[in-house]
């Protein structure tokens, strides 16, 4: 069993940054695949960015390409998103999962886990 808590959602600007960060409960966070995903309202969850075990295999979503990156710190049980040049149509619940395969998913139902989700609010 792994439980996820995310943090670091917030209201900013258009074109401002923010760090999503999730932290695993349990000792196998390393045995894990992780991803991100974000929900706005009215929209299907949709799939942002994934890593794999190590930190080598990353996937991004083209939405997101060369704004977003997402890694992860084993020591610390925790996967980070880091957003930059922000926009309106970022904002969304941002939700991380896990998921125990060696390379992640880009579908949802792959994932086994789910965090409570972020709050991320990108005004014009």
């Known amino acids: 069993q792994v439980q996820l808590v995310e943090s670091g959602g917030g209201a900013v600007q258009a074109g401002a940054s923010l760090r999503l960060s999730c932290t695993a409960s349990?000792?196998?966070?390393?045995?894990?695949?992780m991803g991100w995903f974000r929900q706005a309202p009215g929209k299907e969850r949709e799939f942002v960015a994934g890593?794999?075990?190590?930190?080598?295999?990353?996937f991004y979503a083209d939405s997101v390409k060369g704004r977003f990156t997402i890694s992860r710190d084993n020591a610390k049980n925790t996967v980070y998103l880091q957003m930059n040049s922000l926009k309106p149509e970022d904002t969304a619940v941002y939700y991380c999962?896990?998921?125990?395969?060696?390379?992640?998913?880009?579908?949802?139902?792959?994932?086994?886990?789910w965090g409570q989700g972020t709050q991320v609010i990108v005004s014009s």
């Open positions: 349990g000792r196998t966070f390393s045995s894990y695949s």
């Open positions: 999962a896990a998921d125990r395969v060696v390379v992640p998913e880009r579908r949802a139902d792959a994932f086994d886990y």
């Open positions: 890593i794999g075990w190590s930190g080598g295999d990353r």
